[in-house]
């Protein structure tokens, strides 16, 4: 059976999403800290009107980093473009190594008529890796749904499947777009726990976070850019312990949001 027609194209995009780039990789061993990304100039227009205008930005690989902005500020448009889905733009756009990258959008990404268990197996089959759902389904509560559709899961089991399997193919970049949208306040907590454990098991992964939650920022995050109109205006490095970002994050909100 072809995977295909079940996997819908944004999630075939995501797995693709620098495999489609011919001589778009170096072979280049990359250490903590050096260059991932390199954004310089970089105009994106959407109906002709511009939405994302980034003079400069650079991200190190290992970096965990906070994307904050109202709606419309252009925060979705900066990841997808990083995510080469976005490809018309103008300016400058480089990536220096070959990651194994992964994303959690707000929209679904999966075809909705299939239950979450043959969707889970088929993204194993389209990773080639072997997994067993029942351990992945039992820590995320989704056991008792895993005969059942995506479309026919709550928003909160749509959003921990769709994490869940963001994180089976052991991505060392990932990029959560608002992950803890229509969760209960419980699972905010787990999921955000979860993140904090792998990103820190994992110290060399690189993490995009777009949130508009302090908390989860504080937790996990050690840089935040704040966007409005399409245009970065705050790149700012996390500092101390955990309360000491929530006021930093609390002060930028007030200031810049």
Request: aromatic share 12%; charged share 25%; with cysteine.
């Amino acid at each position: 059976m072809s995977l295909t027609p079940l996997i819908c194209p944004i999630a075939l995009k995501i797995f693709f999403i620098f495999k489609l780039k011919n001589g778009f990789f170096s072979n280049k061993i990359y250490k903590e800290g050096d260059k991932m990304i390199n954004l310089t100039n970089v105009q994106y227009s959407y109906k002709k009107k511009k939405v994302l205008d980034v003079k400069e930005l650079i991200i190190n690989d290992g970096e965990k980093i906070a994307i904050m902005g109202l709606n419309g500020s252009g925060k979705t448009t900066l990841v997808e473009l990083i995510l080469n889905l976005r490809s018309k733009y103008k300016g400058t756009f480089k990536c220096d190594t070959d990651y194994i990258y992964n994303a959690v959008f707000q929209e679904s990404s999966f075809h909705a008529d299939i239950s979450i268990k043959d969707i889970f197996y088929l993204y194993c089959k389209l990773y080639k890796i072997e997994r067993n759902h029942d351990e992945y389904f039992k820590n995320f509560q989704l056991l008792e749904v895993e005969n059942n559709q995506f479309k026919k899961i709550s928003g909160g089991q749509q959003q921990k499947f769709k994490f869940l399997i963001a994180l089976l193919n052991d991505p060392n970049f990932l990029v959560l777009d608002e992950i803890s949208t229509s969760l209960d306040y419980e699972w905010r907590v787990k999921i955000i726990d979860i993140i904090y454990e792998y990103v820190f098991q994992n110290k060399n992964i690189t993490l995009l976070l777009v949130s508009h939650n302090p908390e989860e920022i504080a937790k996990i995050c050690e840089r935040i850019l704040i966007l409005e109109k399409g245009q970065i205006i705050q790149d700012i490095k996390l500092l101390g312990n955990y309360e000491d970002k929530i006021k930093q994050i609390e002060q930028l909100v007030r200031k810049n949001v």
